[in-house]
């Protein structure tokens, strides 16, 4: 059975990094394409980032040249990676994974001075 753990959020000021990662447990990882979506408070969870099994990525035109989402699959963790952080970046994240169709708990980030 997999299951998705998300870690990394917190709070952040404008301009600011942070890494999120994903731990995935079972042995199908490699073989899932795996994505990143978040939710504001009042908002419709959205994608903001995927990667194939192969490794192509997709990302949502918000994020374009500031998020960049990765993975091992030796450590089954995919990252996402977010720099130039803004206040409309402030949501709970999640990772998902295509092939299961399976959530994390999320993790939230706070993008504020």
């Known amino acids: 059975q997999v299951q998705l753990v998300e870690s990394g959020g917190g709070l952040v000021q404008p301009g600011g990094s942070l890494r999120l990662s994903c731990a995935a447990s079972?042995?199908?990882?490699?073989?899932?394409?795996m994505g990143w979506y978040r939710q504001a408070p009042g908002k419709q969870r959205e994608m903001v980032a995927t990667?194939?099994?192969?490794?192509?990525?997709n990302y949502a035109d918000s994020v374009k040249g500031r998020f960049t989402i990765s993975r091992d699959n030796g450590k089954k963790i995919v990252y996402l990676q977010m720099s130039s952080l803004k206040a409309e970046d402030t949501a709970v994240y999640y990772c998902?994974?295509?092939?299961?169709?399976?959530w994390g708990q999320g993790t939230q980030v706070t993008v504020s001075s």
């Open positions: 079972g042995s199908i990882f490699s073989s899932s394409g």
């Open positions: 990667i194939t099994a192969g490794g192509n990525t």
């Open positions: 998902t994974s295509a092939l299961t169709g399976r």
